[in-house]
């Protein structure tokens, strides 16, 4: 009987080895097929780049343009609660030794902001612009169970539409509240910082759209490229360093109240 | 070994032998390629249509060339003519297809203009009560080339 | 809408991404891992005073267990891609595990169930004509050999199932603890003392809520009740309960103590928003009154009468601590901004996919197959022969 046992084992594992090296092998020579076919097409060569993003809060003066750009540009629906990118007022009122902070962000910022503070009552207050950091170790990547968002050479972070499974839970790692789910897709979703135009030499539509230059992108491979110039010599910081996302959205201007 | 273990452990083979054949047949071929995701997804998400042309696309051509020259030189040339012109592309690629009227409201232009809290102090901006007598602003400001009053 | 929303939330906060389902798939694999654990007392640690429902609580682990994936797939943007986490398992995310540790649990379930009734499952198929005779014939695998020795080889094969078994039951449930644990993001859940917490809440609510079937199953059959059995689960339910609080008030408490950055919202979450159902349900009534009736119970001598309502009492608690405190898990952590600085309110919708009636419908399915199961596998044979 213990001869019969060792048999069958023997047996049982060469069936599942064999099975696993030939459907291995089968996939292999199948995706080295595909790959030839697919490497990339046109003049973009993603190991070429790496991408970066600069936001410097002291000039964005709260129009809401680029958040309107976006969801025009990237089609996100305008009647529901979800946006790629944003923009939030910090008002900061005095009373007597204590801080009252006050931070809002009315439809994204895409209807402007009105001001419903009086303005002398306020000591402080600034528009910060949010959106995906792409974060150089995205919480979201490491949680997605099936590999249906994934970081790309070129430091953009992407979800595959045609392969998420929509459990969200991406949506719950992201520290940021910059990934929502898209109810027409069923999956979730994020800004790609317009990777459909970036990879074609074109900048972000949010970009494109801000007319005070608050919003700078570039590649960070490239020493002359504006974010470089900008990171060369101010002084920058990103959002929550302590979480160890590694964001390559940088802040300049960021004030301690900002999370 | 047992007979009825064997059968047992036989069944659970070959419903693991099927699940790995099953597997190999239905994961994506480009999935691996680059990491662990469908490599074809990132040229899917690259072909997405562009919506917003750049400004050149607007002024490269004959097309608008004098307001383009007029806005790139003046204080407006910061914000791009699809700012407030609305995205288009579809417009450069088929002139027929004409994009929708700028937006020129006194609220649209209070968006960056209005007075704020928020705004650096440095920054133009009005107080829309007591300001142009509730007239459209391009009454008085050319916005290609926006000059203070 | 607006007034349920507190302070600052990030605008794509707005909607709750995991419902009430989500809370429903910690506490059914919760129950599974607990009866699980219930019945390999008997089988692993040989605790003899367990042997009346040890195969019961194999039978509620198995019902509980084929609906565990139900609500999760249910939830999913997506239910046909779902099997993508077997295909292709991202392996640096905590979920991605969920699909292998599933299918092998189920393994050793059920094959410790066909081992455990293997016996009875050969003499209903060489006694029976018909289709019953097919049935057991084939569950049987068309094998029939239960001389003393193929039964003493099962039981020794089926004892080592055991071993492998409690861990995969703990690793099962206790990675779902860390599902929710690993997420830095969370301030409410990111906690490296979740995957315990859910396991001893799971063991608690699986060892209550296996009383509470034994209890309703000896009523419907008319048969008595097996004190000192009842007696003895209610003791490890006592004590697991105090590991359980053990572990709850520390998770609370060292929060509280180290006030880090997100210690106003996790206040503003435990006095305001999730008040009632955390002090009051998951710890005031499903810790503290059933540790005192249970205390209690263990004190008593005789009154068997009463001492049985207690301990059914204590185990109603439980279970409904436990689903809260699932709920105060799930809910609780996604009601505070990541912004820390705003909360809102999640508002049950009953008729949706991911809602209040589909969640009952999953609740519900369990007990029908319990009920089917014990129809097809009599788990009392022992009890019988002994009455």
């Known amino acids: 009987m213990n001869l019969s046992r060792r048999e069958f084992a023997k047996i049982g594992c060469r069936i599942v080895i064999g099975a696993t090296a030939g459907t291995a092998m089968i996939e292999s020579i199948a995706t080295n097929g595909i790959a030839a076919e697919n490497s990339p097409k046109g003049d973009y060569n993603w190991k070429e780049h790496y991408w970066g993003y600069l936001i410097d809060t002291r000039k964005c003066i709260g129009c809401g343009r680029c958040a309107n750009a976006c969801k025009l540009e990237n089609n996100v629906p305008f009647d529901e609660p979800v946006y790629r990118t944003w923009v939030e007022r910090y008002r900061i009122v005095n009373k007597g030794r204590e801080e009252n902070v006050t931070i809002d962000s009315p439809n994204g910022g895409i209807n402007g902001f009105t001001d419903d503070i009086p303005a002398e009552q306020i000591k402080k207050a600034f528009y910060v612009p949010k959106i995906c950091n792409h974060c150089e170790n995205p919480p979201c990547v490491q949680v997605c169970p099936v590999g249906a968002t994934y970081s790309t050479e070129d430091g953009v972070v992407l979800v595959d539409y045609n392969y998420c499974i929509g459990c969200r839970y991406c949506i719950q790692g992201c520290p940021y509240g910059a990934r929502y789910f898209n109810t027409e897709k069923g999956t979730a979703d994020k800004c790609t910082w317009c990777y459909h135009r970036i990879t074609k030499g074109l900048q972000p539509a949010c970009v494109e759209a801000c007319p005070v230059g608050a919003r700078v992108f570039g590649d960070l491979k490239d020493p002359e490229s504006p974010v470089n110039k900008i990171l060369d010599k101010e002084r920058i910081n990103v959002l929550k360093p302590d979480l160890g996302t590694k964001p390559k959205v940088y802040y300049v201007g960021l004030d301690r109240e900002v999370r | 070994m047992q007979p009825h273990l064997k059968r047992a452990f036989t069944l659970l083979a070959i419903a693991i032998i099927g699940f790995i054949a099953v597997r190999a047949l239905i994961v994506p071929d480009s999935f691996g390629q680059n990491g662990w995701y469908r490599g074809d997804s990132v040229f899917e998400l690259r072909n997405f249509p562009v919506k917003h042309a750049e400004p050149v696309s607007c002024g490269e051509e004959d097309c608008h060339k004098t307001i383009y020259s007029i806005w790139s030189s003046a204080g407006h040339k910061t914000v791009n003519c699809e700012t407030c012109h609305g995205p288009s592309q579809e417009h450069v690629n088929n002139v027929r297809i004409m994009p929708p009227p700028a937006n020129d409201s006194r609220d649209f232009c209070g968006l960056c203009h209005f007075k704020r809290a928020a705004r650096p102090s440095g920054f133009p901006q009005i107080d829309p009560e007591t300001h142009g007598e509730n007239l459209k602003c391009a009454y008085c400001h050319n916005p290609h080339k926006p000059w203070f009053v | ?387």
Not at chain 3, 263 to 269: P, S, T
């Open chain 3, 1 to 387: 809408m607006e007034s349920l929303i507190w302070g600052y939330i990030y605008p794509n906060e707005a909607e709750i991404q995991w419902s009430i389902l989500i809370v429903l798939y910690p506490y059914i694999t919760g129950l599974v891992a607990g009866a699980f654990i219930a019945s390999s007392l008997y089988h692993v640690f040989g605790k003899k005073e367990i042997k009346p429902v040890a195969r019961f609580a194999l039978l509620t682990a198995l019902s509980f267990l084929l609906v565990a994936t139900l609500p999760l797939v249910t939830h999913l943007g997506h239910p046909e891609r779902g099997i993508e986490i077997m295909f292709t398992p991202h392996l640096t995310s905590a979920m991605s595990g969920f699909g292998y540790i599933y299918s092998f649990y189920l393994i050793v379930v059920v094959l410790e169930i066909w081992l455990s009734f293997r016996e009875d499952i050969v003499k209903m198929a060489l006694n029976s004509r018909g289709w019953k005779e097919l049935l057991y014939s084939g569950l049987a695998l068309f094998s029939y050999d239960i001389s003393e020795k193929a039964l003493h080889d099962d039981e020794k094969f089926a004892k080592k199932l055991a071993i492998i078994g409690i861990p995969s039951a703990a690793f099962l449930h206790g990675y779902v603890g860390f599902i929710f644990g690993g997420i830095k993001a969370n301030p409410w859940w990111s906690t490296p003392l979740m995957p315990l917490i859910f396991l001893m809440s799971a063991i608690v609510s699986g060892i209550a809520l296996l009383i509470l079937l034994y209890l309703a199953s000896m009523k419907l059959r008319k048969h008595a009740i097996d004190h000192k059995c009842l007696h003895s689960l209610a003791h490890y339910l006592w004590i697991f309960l105090i590991l359980d609080v053990t572990l709850e008030l520390l998770e609370v408490i060292s929060m509280k103590y180290e006030s880090l950055e997100e210690i106003e919202i996790i206040n503003r979450l435990l006095s305001d928003k999730i008040a009632t159902t955390f002090y009051g349900v998951q710890l005031g009534l499903g810790i503290f009154v059933p540790f005192v009736l249970l205390l209690l119970v263990g004190i008593m001598k005789n009154r068997e009468t009463l001492k049985m309502i207690m301990i059914s009492i204590s185990s109603v608690l439980v279970v409904i601590g436990v689903f809260a405190m699932r709920w105060n898990v799930v809910i609780g952590g996604q009601e505070i901004s990541k912004s820390l600085s705003g909360t809102l309110t999640y508002v049950p919708v009953f008729f949706s996919q991911e809602g209040v009636l589909p969640a009952i419908i999953i609740l519900v399915i369990p007990f029908i197959i319990l009920f089917v199961i014990t129809r097809i596998l009599p788990p009392w044979k022992d009890m019988e022969e002994k009455v």
